[in-house]
């Protein structure tokens, strides 16, 4: 028994039989490909330096990546660095901590690794492309709501705190990285810097602190900022180019 | 500026100077120039010859060579004569060499007497009537005169100095570049004068050049980087130390 005969068109004939529409197939694979990731140091700063240098520069950098491997991670993702130390016992230290922090461009660029170790914050930058580096590892993959974590100094200890011998969390490659949208809880005033200020920009803080000192801090915001044209450096362009170069080189 | 590493961890600075067309002008001998050694003109950078006067331009018209925007001058010894017209590479220095480099400072304009000579100048509160930055004495009683070459305010930078004694850490023949160690005077993109160090510690350093100069046209052939024994190049494993 086939409902087909009863099917009624607007014409009041038979309808056509139409097949069921077809399942999208998502390939995992290609969309894989279309996430493309290019270290922030790679981008060249807006100045009159020849752009020969930064070619020089990314030779280098590409050169160095052949044969150690730097890992994808941002700012919030954990990391453990292993160094070569002249002064430890084994000749090598390793240091397990979040990252708050990656500047300069080029071969000197660094990030700050921050943990608690027995009740003392430490931080330390540690130069990407530095040859005493031994091994990098990302243990956490994952982005926070700010590009700079530097507020953790003025967090409660808890936020900072990471277990040295944690196992890495497994990241299939294809996935997006999950963004931690936690808001951290300060620790009583005076902070190192005023964060509840417009010109950090900090949207990864669960501020406690009266309205009206919210609303005094807002004396402070810059509106015209976002608006001013010679601030502009549009990136997309130089990017796309660096990222052909990179992934050619290294692809080889 | 650039970050380099040493085999054994250390870190220094580096500055790229790139050799673009230099080739040789003249050669002035011995009696003309009234010195004891006769002398070289080699010009830098290609630049239009159209603001230049006829007379200016003989210099190059007779070399062969287009018109130059920087034109000095090395004291050489006679067996180091080079033919005018050839052109001078980076190659000329090698990795291991110790090198004086002469430019013309950023030009800061006046310049009040802490920023020029680094005084100290006057407490800002604790009573000072509109002086906080001023040189205060400038003579004694006795001297009754101020003496020549007090230093006062005035026109800072845009002057020629010298930082000497910089080792040459790699040579990029394919692009011309030196890799010189520490910082150089000068703004970025500005013309330079690269001299072999006259300190007498890096005399013996100094041994072995490729004499008179590297020729491109020769049977002589360069790898693309040429590397000091010391430098760490990125094709090698990470540092240990054992």
Request: net charge positive.
């Amino acid at each position: 028994f086939s409902l087909s005969g009863c099917r009624i068109s607007g014409d009041g004939k038979p309808a056509k039989f139409q097949p069921p529409p077809k399942p999208v197939i998502v390939d995992k694979q290609k969309q894989r490909e279309q996430r493309r990731f290019l270290s922030p140091e790679f981008i060249p700063p807006r100045g009159r330096t020849d752009p020969l240098k930064f070619y020089m520069e990314r030779k280098d950098m590409i050169q160095r990546r052949k044969v150690f491997n730097i890992p994808e991670f941002y700012v919030g993702s954990i990391l453990a660095v292993t160094t070569a130390d002249p002064h430890a016992n084994e000749k090598t230290s390793r240091f397990v901590g979040i990252c708050i922090q990656r500047g300069g461009k080029g071969l000197g660029a660094t990030f700050v690794l921050r943990n608690v170790i027995e009740g003392q914050g430490v931080e330390i930058c540690y130069e990407l492309y530095s040859p005493r580096i031994q091994a990098i590892e990302v243990l956490k993959l994952e982005k926070r709501l700010d590009d700079n974590l530097m507020y953790l100094r003025d967090a409660l200890p808890e936020y900072s705190t990471f277990d040295v011998n944690m196992k890495p969390v497994s990241h299939l490659d294809y996935e997006e990285i999950p963004v931690n949208k936690l808001r951290v809880r300060m620790k009583p005033k005076p902070w190192s810097k005023r964060w509840e200020r417009p010109k950090y920009n900090i949207k990864g803080i669960k501020f406690d602190l009266p309205e009206e000192k919210m609303k005094e801090a807002q004396k402070w915001s810059q509106p015209w900022l976002e608006f001013d044209m010679l601030r502009e450096y549009d990136t997309s362009k130089i990017e796309e180019k660096i990222w052909k170069e990179v992934s050619e080189e290294l692809n080889k | 500026m650039m970050p380099i590493w040493t085999k054994s961890g250390k870190r220094h600075a580096v500055t790229l100077l790139k050799v673009q067309d230099c080739h040789v002008l003249r050669y002035v001998s011995k009696e003309e120039s009234d010195g004891k050694t006769s002398k070289l003109l080699v010009g830098g950078k290609n630049a239009s010859p159209f603001s230049k006067s006829e007379s200016a331009m003989e210099i190059f018209r007779e070399a062969g060579v287009p018109r130059k925007q920087k034109v000095t001058t090395f004291n050489v010894t006679d067996d180091a004569l080079i033919k005018p017209g050839t052109p001078l590479y980076a190659a000329h220095f090698r990795p291991g060499q110790f090198v004086d480099v002469t430019a013309k400072t950023i030009g800061k304009g006046f310049q009040g007497v802490m920023k020029r000579w680094g005084f100290k100048g006057q407490p800002a509160s604790h009573g000072q009537t509109k002086t906080h930055r001023r040189p205060g004495a400038i003579s004694t009683n006795k001297a009754s005169k101020v003496y020549r070459g007090k230093k006062m305010p005035g026109k800072m930078g845009n002057v020629y100095r010298t930082s000497f004694g910089l080792k040459v850490w790699r040579i990029n023949t394919k692009h011309d570049i030196i890799y010189v160690n520490g910082s150089v005077p000068g703004h970025k993109n500005c013309l330079v004068k690269v001299k072999d160090s006259i300190l007498p510690t890096c005399k013996d350093y100094n041994k072995n050049p490729p004499f008179p100069t590297f020729f491109a046209d020769g049977d002589e052939e360069l790898p693309e980087d040429l590397y000091d024994e010391d430098i760490f190049q990125f094709t090698d494993p990470s540092v240990t130390y054992a």
